[in-house]
């Protein structure tokens, strides 16, 4: 089975930086996602590791370390805009998605 | 031009009865999911059908019975609906192995709230 772990909350203030970790163990690994929900929204798609390292993507770079098991989603020169719900979540084949409880990440003035 | 749409958007209905959500995809994807997300936003996999062929199915109640008519369709009927089933239904899609894409994203539709009274 999959078991992921992310923290439940995050408050940040505008224009800082926020790292949210996800950790993992899987019983098969073909990638890591992260995904952005608003609330009362879908979940849309912001980046995939397959590989150890750093994936930047304009304000938002995401981590992973496959033998710790390991990701982090960093949002950068946060935004109003950017209060959501982060969920990680890990492949472990090509049908499935597994995901992490979500963290909720708020914005403050 | 929407990518993936789920009808209703909204579910209302007694327990005991029996409802169905729709969903469709014009991506040409050919692998589509339902996924439901309870009042914890815990978002879990209930099934996952390729060339309408049933691939996944995570130990879901007999009582939900998805159906794929063709790739682009994948809808979800409940039998006997409970308290229990409120929650936000979600479609998604993705095309696993696509030669352009290296990874297989998978595209949400809007979600179905299904509450039960």
């Known amino acids: 089975g999959q078991n992921i772990d992310q923290p439940t909350e995050m408050t940040a203030t505008e224009g800082a930086i926020v790292q949210i970790n996800c950790t993992y163990q899987?019983?098969?690994?073909?990638?890591l996602f992260w995904y952005q929900q608003h609330a009362g929204e879908a979940p849309t798609f912001l980046s995939y590791?397959?590989?150890?390292g750093l994936e930047e993507k304009g304000r938002f770079s995401s981590f992973l370390s496959r033998s710790k098991g390991y990701s982090y989603l960093l949002l950068k020169e946060l935004q109003m805009k950017d209060s959501a719900s982060y969920l990680c979540a890990v492949s472990p084949n090509d049908y499935k998605l597994s995901f992490g409880a979500g963290t909720t990440v708020t914005v403050r003035a | 031009d929407t990518a993936v749409s789920q009808t209703p958007k909204y579910l209302v209905t007694q327990m005991g009865n029996d409802k169905s959500i729709k969903c469709e995809q014009n991506l040409g994807h050919d692998t589509m999911y339902w996924y439901k997300q309870d009042s914890k936003k815990f978002l879990k996999i209930m099934f996952s059908?390729?060339?309408?062929?049933?691939?996944i199915n995570e130990t879901v109640p007999n009582r939900f019975s998805p159906k794929s008519p063709d790739k682009a369709h994948l809808n979800l009927h409940i039998n006997s609906l409970e308290l229990g089933d409120s929650a936000v239904y979600f479609c998604?899609?993705?095309?696993?192995?696509?030669?352009?894409?290296?990874?297989?994203?998978?595209?949400f539709g809007p979600g179905t709230r299904l509450t039960v009274l």
């Open positions: 059908y390729n060339n309408k062929e049933l691939i």
């Open positions: 590791n397959v590989l150890d």
């Open positions: 998604a899609s993705s095309h696993p192995g696509l030669a352009v894409a290296s990874y297989n994203e998978q595209f």
């Open positions: 899987t019983s098969g690994f073909n990638g």
